[in-house]
């Protein structure tokens, strides 16, 4: 066996919402090692979205994780090198790489709106997963439009 499988991360639940997921998406949002600042711009964005939610009945952080799921891709392209040309090989993805895919999709999607601060930038990007709509969605799409595109290449999987 040349692969050896690695160990999977354990995160320790946030203080907050006591969720381990709210800790690894925080740890995206993370820049020069300050969790403090992410915590403060994830709970702020959870915040914001109360206010934004109106007659939804669902919690800030159920619409987070419904918007995450939205976002979350299933397969992707990577590129196989056949004879003396490179190939788009449509790979299915494992349930750990979905989620990391999906933070980061959001996140940068996040980062270029135009809202003033980072919280009311993910903010919306959050609400606008949790509606199927938004950037992070259309680049989801764009992924399995890819994928669906090089099907015929499906059989050359690694």
């Not at 680049?139 to 015929?152: G, L, V």
Request: charged content about 30%; proline content about 4%.
């Amino acid at each position: 066996m040349r692969k050896v499988k690695r160990k999977e991360k354990v995160y320790f639940p946030d203080p907050k919402f006591h969720d381990p997921l709210v800790t690894r998406f925080v740890n995206h949002i993370m820049k020069n090692g300050k969790k403090n600042i992410a915590y403060n711009i994830f709970y702020n964005a959870m915040e914001k979205i109360e206010i934004i939610k109106k007659k939804e009945e669902k919690s800030a952080l159920e619409i987070w994780k419904e918007g995450l799921k939205n976002v979350m891709p299933h397969v992707e392209v990577r590129s196989r090198r056949m004879g003396g040309s490179n190939i788009q090989v449509p790979v299915p993805i494992s349930s750990n790489s979905k989620i990391t895919k999906a933070m980061k999709l959001l996140i940068s999607c996040a980062f270029i709106r135009n809202e003033k601060t980072m919280a009311n930038k993910l903010a919306y990007e959050i609400w606008d997963a949790f509606q199927e709509q938004g950037e992070a969605v259309k680049r989801k799409e764009n992924i399995h439009k890819m994928a669906e595109a090089n099907k015929a290449f499906s059989h050359f999987r690694f």
